[in-house]
Structure formats: C-alpha cells, structure tokens
C-alpha cells in the first residue's frame, strides 16, 4: 500500500511558515536589454550566510531565445495544494512558470534535481497560449488548489481585454480562459483570492499597447490607466464588482492578501496620483455582502530642480515615489513599500490594517537622490521589485521596472543589482551591508525563494 506525502514546503497555517527553515538560494529573473541576440535568464543567487558564496550568482538557465522580456514568475505548486477546496497534496513546488511579458512565450523550469542549476522542462509558444486563452503577455503566477492561475495583460491585438486563465498541475496544459463573465473588467494586472470567502480580486495596469513601450504621458494625464479593483465570485468566475479609486490614481498594481484565511482585507499599491504625483497604498476589505476599498497610506513626491529630472517629469517639478511593489509578512503584521522613483523603501506595521504606522525607511539610488549601498557602491535605478523572506526577517529588493519604463525614469542607464535589506522583529530596517549583488548591463526582476516566500503561497487554515 503506497501513500501520498504533501510536500514538505506546503504549510497548513502562516505560522508554521514562518518557523520552517531559512532560505538558501533565490531565483531571479534576468533581463538583457540589449538587441545583441543575448537571451534572458533565471539566476540563482546564493542567499546562505554561511555560504562562502553568499551574495553572488551560483546558477543560470539561459532561455532558448532572445528577446522574452522576464517580468513576473511563480511555483508550480504550494501550500494551497493543502486547502480542504479541490485539494492537490501529490504536486510538489519543484517548477517554476516564467512568462516573456513581450514575446508571450511561457518557460516551465525545472528546479528539483540541481537546485543550483535549474533545467527547462517545457516551453509553451505564443501560439499555443494566444490560440488557447484569447490573451497576451503573461503577467502574474499563483499556484492555486485545483490548477494554476496566470494573469494576461490583453489581447493579441495589443489591445484588451486582459484577463486570467489556468494551466493543468501535472501536465502544464493550458486550459483557456478563466472568466465566465466579466462584466466591465478588461484592463488586468495582478490578482488574488480570499478563498474561504470564494473572492478574488483582481488589479489593472493598462493594455499592452499602453505599457510595452513606456509610459503614453497623453494617455495618462487623461486617466486611461487602470484605477479599478474588481472582485470576483471563484466559484462561478463571474464579475461581482467594481471598485472605483478615482480617475486621478492611475496604475492599481500589487495585490497582497492577509495571510490569515480567515481575515477579508488586503492591500493595494497605487503608483502615482495626478493631483499631487504622490504614490499611495490602500485597504480592500468586505463591507457586509459587497466589498470597500480605502486610501491608508500616501505618500509625497519630492520637489526637485527640474534639470535633475528626466524630460517626462521636468514639466512637474518633482520626483513622484512610484510605488511598485508591496510586501507583506505572513503574520500581516508589517507591510513593505517600494518606491522606485525616489529610492526610498518603507516599513509600515499594519497591525491595524485602516491605521498604519511607519516603523522604518532605507534609501537606495532614487531619480535625484542616489543614495549609495553601505558598502561604498554608488547604485541607480531604485528598490523595485521586493520578496520577504517567510520568517520576516529579510528582504530582496532588485532595481528594475521594464525596459521601456527604465529609460524614461532613468535615462542615464541601469546597471542592475539586488540587496538586502533586514528587518527587526520589533520595527526598523536596515540595508545590510555584506549582500551586494551586481548584474552589469543585465536587469533583475522578480525575486523568488527557495521552499517558498511571503508572496507565494495562500493557507486555509489559520494559526
């Protein structure tokens, strides 16, 4: 008689995350931003302190061809594999989904055997994605219960709509689109769920005309970027709501559920304002039977002369924040800000997720201020992209947004890095000096860790 054993990184709680073992390797998705022929990569970065490697690439799958674009990735699996919904404990977290957010190709990594040397398992075409869902560029991974679920930004076209669709655990089939009926939804972004409320909530950014190469100013003065949430019945895949943040806060991006499944809030990173160019962070929540959202957090941009800015912001005078990304840790006790414009990283403990209140704040690079590294190292670009390790105690922050985007913001060039930044228990972070890793011309993204992180996984099952 044989038995099934769940995989020893799904966790049935937050907590128990939490006390699982520290992480020894990061993966990282690579960006050549140069038309030399040059494909992206995975990096593996060694984040072991005992390690006599630590800080530095240890490992690199190259991709097949030249020109994806790496942006978001995620696990195949994890702890929602657990969830008692359509539960799935035979997969493992061992694949890794990469999507080429401008060639629309998806790359399945195989990471079991040679951790430190990942191996393609599968490519899915353009074609077969495009000709299968309706949709293009693949954004977002979540590894849900019952399948897979990826985010696209729109259409083939370049157009809308975007939306989500699904992949088979076992076999990485794509299934097709995920949406029944989804109302007045087409711009998308990221998404998540409050799966012991049958919820998910979704965000929008702009369509891939909008995005792929830089910011349309004309397009974004008249609030055509995305400044909805929309929720979700899981059940039925039908639209149930929209939630209006105003025209003038435009780009809703990073979504970061609470951890504790029995908690419906969550909470929004916007990234500018056109009243102010502040940046801003907001809580969903369940109001009764429908659902609510509230600006808790803003944040000023920074006057500045305006020959110290870039041509798209000389007219404004100032550097706008431009949050990102968000973080939050898995006992939802502190929340994490990217600012990438003004190089500022914030720690916000939202204990009470309607008041927060600001615990910590680093610099690193910034439009005008670039702040160097505690080790001497002058930096640009600025923290972007953040993942929080699942005890809360570190954070990876890598410098780079999206090709088009890094040249309007910081048209001198990056030179891409990752640091780390560790934070206290108690409140307060601090940059650590000893982790310092520099990619040269390439461009770091998404960072994910190994056995899993604070971004990756949904629990059913509470503390």
């Not at 699996?77 to 997969?91: E, K």
């Not at 075409?125 to 991974?141: A, L, Q």
């Not at 972004?189 to 190469?213: A, K, Q």
């Not at 702040?371 to 190292?377: I, K, R, Y």
Request: hydrophobic share 35%; charged share 20%; net charge negative.
């Amino acid at each position: 008689m044989s038995t099934w054993t769940p995989d020893p990184t799904f966790y049935p709680s937050p907590k128990m995350a939490m006390d699982a073992p520290q992480e020894e390797l990061a993966y990282v998705a690579i960006v050549n931003p140069n038309e030399d022929g040059k494909p992206d990569a995975l990096g593996v970065l060694d984040v072991d302190p005992k390690s006599q490697t630590y800080g530095q690439l240890v490992g690199r799958m190259n991709l097949p061809s030249s020109g994806d674009e790496l942006h978001h990735f995620g696990w195949n699996a994890c702890s929602a594999a657990l969830c008692p919904n359509q539960a799935h404990p035979h997969v493992e977290r061992r694949y890794l989904l990469l999507g080429g957010l401008r060639s629309s190709n998806i790359y399945i990594v195989d990471t079991k055997n040679d951790p430190r040397n990942p191996k393609l398992a599968k490519t899915i075409s353009r074609e077969e994605f495009e000709g299968k869902t309706g949709y293009s560029r693949p954004h977002t991974v979540h590894c849900g219960p019952d399948a897979i679920y990826m985010s696209a930004l729109g259409a083939p076209d370049g157009e809308g709509p975007g939306g989500i669709f699904t992949l088979d655990h076992d076999t990485f089939e794509v299934s097709g689109p995920w949406e029944v009926d989804r109302g007045p939804q087409k711009m998308a972004y990221d998404f998540w769920w409050h799966l012991n409320h049958d919820t998910m909530i979704t965000s929008e950014w702009g369509t891939p005309r909008m995005v792929e190469n830089g910011v349309l100013a004309d397009e974004l003065l008249a609030s055509k970027y995305g400044h909805h949430l929309h929720v979700w019945d899981i059940r039925t895949r039908k639209h149930k709501q929209a939630l209006d943040l105003g025209p003038e806060n435009q780009m809703a991006l990073e979504l970061r559920p609470a951890h504790n499944p029995r908690s419906a809030y969550g909470f929004l990173g916007v990234v500018t304002s056109l009243k102010d160019l502040s940046g801003s962070v907001w809580t969903w929540y369940q109001d009764g039977d429908d659902w609510a959202v509230k600006k808790i957090i803003e944040i000023p941009a920074e006057p500045a002369d305006a020959e110290l800015l870039p041509p798209l912001l000389q007219g404004f005078g100032a550097v706008p924040p431009l949050v990102t990304d968000i973080v939050l840790s898995l006992d939802d006790r502190y929340l994490y800000v990217s600012c990438w414009g003004t190089g500022e990283f914030q720690q916000y403990d939202v204990s009470d997720p309607f008041n927060p209140k600001k615990t910590g704040s680093v610099h690193l690079g910034g439009i005008v201020r670039k702040a160097a590294h505690p080790n001497g190292s002058a930096v640009n670009g600025g923290p972007q992209m953040v993942e929080l390790s699942r005890d809360g105690n570190r954070l990876y922050v890598t410098n780079s947004l999206y090709l088009a985007w890094d040249a309007q913001f910081y048209p001198d060039g990056i030179r891409g890095w990752t640091a780390k930044i560790d934070a206290s228990p108690e409140g307060g972070i601090e940059i650590d000096s000893d982790f310092f890793a520099e990619f040269g011309e390439e461009r770091p993204h998404q960072i994910r860790l190994q056995g899993g992180d604070s971004s990756s996984d949904t629990f059913c099952y509470p503390d």
